[in-house]
């Protein structure tokens, strides 16, 4: 059964709401990310988290919030939703060590705000 | 900073027929470096992972890659693709040593096999 899972899967929000976004991981990975993907970029890290209570702000992180309240569960809030942020959203797993580095994604979210 | 590089946005090639994809990353040490797969409206998928040792190694559904620390490059192979191999691929690098474990993508190569 699949590790990471995303809901929802797909979403459209208006300009100016508020987005939840929820992810779930039964690796027991303390490592979570939030990635959003646009043609011609690739993945762009948005925030990460070492573990339960904790976030930190990734590459792209303005206009995000994310919220880690245990091991298994990551959300990505979006407090002012705006067009720009219409995008499809990954969320993974992993865990780093010694030659250990690898990530595991959700199927993704795609988001559209109108 | 690390950057990767695809060169080719967009494949097509025959079923049957070889495929390359090019990488090329940028890091002043030497980097894990990994070939993900994202299939059509799926996530992302791990074909195979370098952290050291033989530069060639064993994938997923046969493809290889080889890493080159002279050419800063980590190549991927197919012998003979088949018509389900149609997708797009990411070049991923991930610094040692980097807080959070944070990977770098390149920008992907969609690859669309022709039956």
């Known amino acids: 059964e699949a590790a990471v899972t995303q809901s929802p899967r797909n979403k459209v929000a208006v300009t100016g709401g508020k987005v939840t976004l929820s992810c779930n991981q039964t690796?027991?990975?303390?490592?979570m990310y939030w990635y959003r993907q646009d043609t011609g970029h690739g993945l762009r890290l948005i925030h990460y988290?070492?573990?339960?209570?904790?976030?930190e702000k990734g590459d792209i992180p303005d206009g995000y919030k994310a919220s880690r309240p245990s091991q298994e569960n990551f959300s990505l809030i979006l407090e002012l939703a705006t067009p720009s942020q219409t995008s499809v959203y990954f969320c993974?797993?992993?865990?780093?060590?010694?030659?250990?580095?690898?990530?595991?994604f959700g199927p993704g979210t795609r988001l559209t705000v109108l | 900073a690390q950057s990767v590089t695809q060169p080719d946005a967009r494949v097509t090639v025959s079923e049957g027929a070889s495929l390359q994809l090019r990488c090329k990353y940028s890091?002043?040490?030497?980097?894990?470096l990994f070939w993900y797969v994202q299939y059509p409206r799926q996530g992302l998928q791990l074909l195979l992972k370098?952290?050291?040792?033989?530069?060639v190694v064993q994938g997923v559904n046969g493809f290889e890659a080889e890493f080159s620390k002279s050419n800063s490059s980590f190549h991927l192979r197919k012998a003979s693709v088949h018509w389900s191999d149609s997708a797009v691929y990411f070049c991923?690098?991930?610094?040692?040593?980097?807080?959070?474990?944070?990977?770098?993508f390149g920008i992907g190569t969609r690859v669309l096999v022709r039956p």
């Open positions: 890091y002043s040490g030497t980097p894990y």
């Open positions: 988290s070492y573990g339960a209570g904790s976030t």
């Open positions: 370098y952290y050291s040792g033989d530069p």
């Open positions: 991923v690098l991930s610094a040692r040593n980097s807080a959070g474990n944070k990977l770098t």
């Open positions: 690796n027991n990975h303390n490592n």
């Open positions: 993974a797993s992993g865990d780093w060590g010694g030659d250990y580095a690898e990530q595991f």
